[in-house]
């Protein structure tokens, strides 16, 4: 299996549009040790000329721009080698990239009920021509072959589980408890190879790791992780806002409660961070934390990087 | 004022994700004659430090990056120049920037009764906090100051007029006449200066000139006007699609019935072509047809242009 980093940024990407902290700074600045990236999502290929999204960034046409991989394969036409987009839950920066895959091209969507149904509801979402773009269903802690737009599989499966979670910033109800968030509102995912059974995991949001979570993740081969922030309360510290990464539904990297410490005793072969928030250190080149995650034997991903499973 | 081209392409933008018409595959080689365009918007500033954006495309993020004018101009804290975006109608090309305009800042949008009635129906545009982000109604054939989100003017009124279009196709009902399209799904622009009274004309999307719409627009000190297509079968002869210009909601540019032709009585200062189709040939720098252009007095925008009124 072949694996693309199409964006390797949290919701807004980094810099952040109207972000003024000293990460974004360094990042307006032209800073090296501060790359820009864009908002997370990764294509997974098993042939070579079939990809899959797992989500879909509102920066997907500039995503696309930079990989040769994803952009038309034939002279003359119209061509896409993205086969399906997988979704994980309905946030903006998941979903908002499927309004630019538009012009009569024919490809599948796979997501949760909760979701198609949120994708329904906005009619906005009718710029995919129902007759060309099918939205198939994830059954919850089922697996499923991931399918083209002919019904022909990609090589690979997905399991979409339960992890903890808040439901899309745009779909809260504040008179609810937990925001109107039920079960499934955020899913992790299992792709694995058909052909070989090889396998690996991707989680860009994610808010605890109870045992049934862990145990799922135990001696995995590659694992990509929410790596939104360093510290829990690292939005209200750089001044840009006033949520807890709890309040948002996503554990920190850092301390004895943070996402590194709750992996070191699951054995993964290789642990790579993504969804990755603008305020976080690990995001500066030279940073203390950056050594800290790699001594602890985390990857920080980045736009365009390329994984082989 | 001072007007910067964000992007000057068409819907899909130049290369479009999925299209290897000619000029396409230009711009995918990296032909240095096809240059790639985003998808189009102007924005519009009189002191230079708060900007309306003229509709809002999907390329927002990458544009901002691109434009240090439009970029946080403090340091530290959340900021942006950006105080207000115009809509022209609902095409996803000029709405689906707003789901990157995020992130607790206050704006206004001002757009008609039935852009907004489309927005409120689409709750994914909910990301935009309603206690930050006004929606203003544009009345049509009138004149309105436009404000920011404390309520000041922001040096500029803006006019809304109908012109001959289409409905956004994710709006299309296909069981009603012209597609449920009915007068004001499209509309042009003016906008004045209101110290010097100086003012331009924005018309990205037109399907004809009808006497009333030339009236307002003779004498012009500056048009920028739907550059969509060369020849009204354009999409059907370069392989891509099967619409016309016309059944698309625009003119096209040449021959009798184009839009040059309509444009020579009307004795305009400044004639600029946006949102440009990328099987237009006007995209190729050293095509006859953006020769045949220069030679009628316009120009073709592109990415960053500048202009000052």
């Keep these: 299996m072949k694996i693309l980093v199409l964006g390797a940024a949290a919701g807004g990407g980094f810099p952040q549009w109207n972000c003024s902290c000293p990460n974004c700074r360094m990042a307006w600045e032209g800073d090296p040790r501060a790359r820009p990236l864009t908002q997370s999502s990764i294509a997974v290929s098993v042939d070579g000329t079939r990809w899959a999204l797992l989500n879909a960034s509102p920066d997907l046409r500039q995503q696309i721009a930079r990989l040769p991989a994803l952009q038309p394969q034939t002279i003359g036409g119209r061509h896409s080698p993205i086969a399906t987009v997988i979704l994980t839950n309905g946030d903006v920066d998941h979903i908002t990239g499927l309004l630019s895959m538009r012009e009569m091209q024919a490809f599948t969507i796979h997501c949760s009920d909760r979701v198609k149904l949120a994708l329904d509801k906005n009619a906005v979402f009718n710029v995919l021509n129902a007759q060309l773009v099918t939205r198939r269903s994830l059954p919850l802690n089922d697996t499923t072959d991931v399918l083209d737009a002919d019904g022909a599989s990609l090589g690979f499966t997905v399991t979409s589980f339960v992890v903890p979670g808040k439901i899309a910033l745009w779909l809260e109800d504040l008179t609810k408890a937990d925001f109107g968030s039920i079960e499934g509102d955020t899913v992790g995912l299992k792709i694995t190879e058909t052909s070989t059974g090889k396998s690996f995991f991707y989680i860009p949001g994610c808010a605890a790791l109870p045992a049934e979570v862990a145990a799922r993740l135990e001696g995995a ?89």
């Design 221 to 309: 081969d590659l694992v990509f992780f929410d790596g939104t922030t360093w510290t829990d309360d690292e939005m209200i510290n750089t001044g840009v806002g006033a949520k807890t990464a709890s309040r948002m539904g996503h554990m920190w990297m850092s301390g004895p409660d943070g996402s590194m410490a709750a992996f070191d005793p699951l054995g993964i072969k290789r642990k790579i961070f993504i969804h990755i928030n603008n305020t976080n250190p690990v995001l500066i080149a030279d940073s203390s934390q950056r050594k800290d995650a790699w001594a602890r034997g985390w990857e920080i991903s980045y736009d365009g990087m390329e994984v082989i499973l």
